[in-house]
């Protein structure tokens, strides 16, 4: 097979950073930029950075777990990597787009490839109104937050917070309440993809919330509003025999 141009990227972690140097020695080693793969070595928070930063390059990423969970990620194993990349199947990923306005009128943009959150900041319950394609669903939910999950997000966080599981491939998005005391008797729902969720703040001074898309935080906000990002396409390399839809299957049916 003729050479990949490979860049490989790890976590700061000893042993990781050990892995980084023994396989740019052995397949080469070139910047993200010029790369035809890349090649993630750590957990899952290293293959979200690294989705990240590759926002802008249409490049597959290929993981390889030397974290904790590594959902995201591939079994670790330093040979045969140019066998498995060419193997590989490819998994095509859309992110979602926050549009958060602050107590202040300033609106800032971030991208969320696993989900987009709210949370209350003080100690009293957020009061949150929920809009799904400008026609109001929820007019007051007091919680300690509410997010909207993406298929690949919703065995992260979402699910931690009874959310549902979402098959890769259904158009489906989660709205997923967290710790909501009322109404009591809601417990989220299910939006195609193409959805606009709108959450507005109700008592944005007493009852401050803060909005987070993935790992970047937005305090103090007043509205935000959250849509597919369909200009954006991620692709993630999984090895065919244990591949990000089985392992997602597999969640729902995990003891």
Known sequence: MPDLA?????????E???AL???????????????????????DG?????????LNRNVPIYGMNLGTVGFLMNQYRPNGLITRLHRARRIALTPLRMQATTTRGQVREAIAINEVSLFRSARQTARIAISVDRKKRVPELYCDGVMVATPAGST???LSVHGPIIPLGTGLLALTPISAFRPRRWRGALLPRHSQVEFTVLDPRKRPVAAAADSVEIPNVVRVSVTEATDI????????????EERILKEQFAP
């Open 6 to 14: 490979l860049s490989f990227i790890a976590s700061p972690t000893p």
């Open 46 to 54: 290293l293959m979200l950075q690294t989705l990240h930063r590759s």
């Open 21 to 43: 140097k023994a396989l740019r020695r052995k397949y080469g080693h070139v910047p993200p930029a010029k790369a035809e793969f890349i090649v993630a070595l750590g957990g």
């Open 16 to 18: 990781a950073q050990r």
């Open 156 to 158: 992260a966080y979402n």
């Open 233 to 244: 396409e991620l692709t993630l390399l999984f090895d065919p025999e244990h591949d990000l």
